[in-house]
């Protein structure tokens, strides 16, 4: 059997080769853009879709790449090395779309996962709300059962690309019991507000949701009533966070790179700054935490790919380590590059406002430190 560490490419390194055009040629030029217009252009949006990408996570079945774990460490690495809200966007459509793969029943995965893997559909999960967001116990939002429908009343607060999907992942209570529910983008009674003026990710195309009487029909339910938070949530929220770690170790890297250019162009004290002592331990620290976080990000998708139970203690440690890694990096590419990493024409500047955002989404540092800490006391 294949042990960890060993041949960890094996297979994905064509994968490897093609994302990494991709996001060179593609989404890196218009990166720049696309966090001060904080929007993704439909024409970049349509190329997103042609490379197949949104169907990362979905079986060859449905239409979608089928990638294993591995397969998808790499695509999201590279994801964020080139752009923080094109990686944002293959987290919570992956996140959608593998809640319906593994708890939708044959008529969901068959009306939703082919348009989702071909990015004719773009889904967005919504379950953080205005008063709701590390506590998700909390959710207010309520969906009443009548014979064939539920009645949905209720907000939804920072939902990534809610401004332009086409399907909404909506956790509410039914009757008290949390439920995951799939609405569509033209269900009658339902807002969708624009959220502007983020400081990182700036082209996730955030938004608010409100709910009014909206009328949802019963067989829109995923799985069944009570099971909304510690299945369907924890699955996608699994996926998220393997996601996020995945592509911060990606940002960290071109922080990396980016400092390593500069500093052998850059003269200080008559010397370039690399031949400083003082930027050198600064370039150590930077790459042997980038490739600890890589290291702890692998290990995850080998065991996901084993479906080992583990893969869930692992990815918390991955998310951790790899998001405050991102944000120690990108701080250290900026300080590195002096006035010029203060501008946002240097790419460092957008990667340390882009870094930040890590440490909050998909469980913040201080939720990881609490679930880590208590799993570790388990059986001892
Ligand atoms: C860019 C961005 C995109 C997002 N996209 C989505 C999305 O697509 N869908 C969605 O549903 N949500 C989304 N969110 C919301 C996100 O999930 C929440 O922001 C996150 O869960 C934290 O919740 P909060 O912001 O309400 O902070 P709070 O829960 O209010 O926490 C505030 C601070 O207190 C800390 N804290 C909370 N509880 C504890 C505790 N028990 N012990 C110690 N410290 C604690 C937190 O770590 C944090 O530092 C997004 C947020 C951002 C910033």
Redesign the pocket.
């Known amino acids: 059997m294949l042990k960890w560490g060993e041949n960890m490419f094996e297979g994905d390194v064509e994968v490897q080769k093609e994302i990494r055009h991709f996001v060179e040629n593609v989404i890196k030029p218009r990166a720049s853009q696309v966090d001060k217009d904080e929007e993704v252009p439909d024409e970049l949006m349509a190329e997103i879709k042609e490379s197949g990408y949104l169907g990362a996570t979905i079986s060859k079945e449905y239409g979608g790449l089928g990638y294993t774990n591995n397969a998808l460490y790499v695509l999201h690495e590279e994801a964020g090395k080139g752009c923080s809200s094109f990686r944002?966007l293959l987290t919570?459509h992956g996140m959608v779309s593998v809640a319906i793969e593994r708890w939708g029943n044959e008529v969901q995965k068959n009306k939703y996962l082919p348009l989702l893997a071909k990015g004719d559909m773009i889904a967005?999960?919504?379950?953080?709300e205005p008063q709701?967001?590390?506590?998700?116990s909390q959710i207010q939002t309520s969906a009443v059962a009548y014979d064939n429908y539920y009645v949905i009343n209720g907000n939804?607060?920072?939902?990534?690309?809610?401004q332009i999907a086409d399907l909404f992942l909506v956790f509410a209570l039914c009757d008290g019991k949390p439920s995951a529910l799939l609405i569509d983008r033209d269900t009658e009674g339902f807002q969708i507000s624009p959220i502007k003026g983020?400081l990182?990710?700036r082209g996730?195309m955030?938004a608010e949701l409100k709910f009014e009487n909206c009328k949802v029909e019963k067989c829109q339910i995923i799985g069944m009533e009570g099971i909304g938070l510690s299945h369907i949530a924890m699955h996608s929220l699994d996926y998220g966070r393997f996601s996020v770690a995945c592509s911060c170790v990606g940002l960290s890297q071109a922080c990396l790179d980016a400092s390593l250019e500069y500093t052998k162009e850059r003269k200080c004290s008559g010397k370039e700054l690399r031949k400083h002592q003082l930027i050198q331990k600064k370039i150590t620290q930077m790459a042997v935490n980038t490739e600890a976080a890589r290291l702890l990000c692998q290990k995850a998708a080998w065991l996901k790919d084993k479906k080992d139970p583990n893969s869930i203690m692992a990815t918390w440690y991955a998310k951790y380590f790899s998001a405050k890694t991102a944000v120690m990096v990108a701080s250290e590419a900026v300080q590195i590059h002096g006035a010029n990493g203060c501008i946002n024409s240097n790419p460092v500047e957008r990667y340390y406002r882009d870094a930040k955002?890590n440490e909050?989404?998909?469980?913040?540092?201080?939720?990881h430190?609490?679930l880590i800490s208590v799993n570790s006391y388990m059986g001892n």
């Open positions: 944002s919570v967005c999960f919504a379950l953080s709701a967001g590390s506590d998700i939804k607060k920072w939902i990534t690309f809610g983020f990182g990710a996730s955030i955002i909050i989404i998909e469980g913040s540092n201080e939720i430190e609490k």
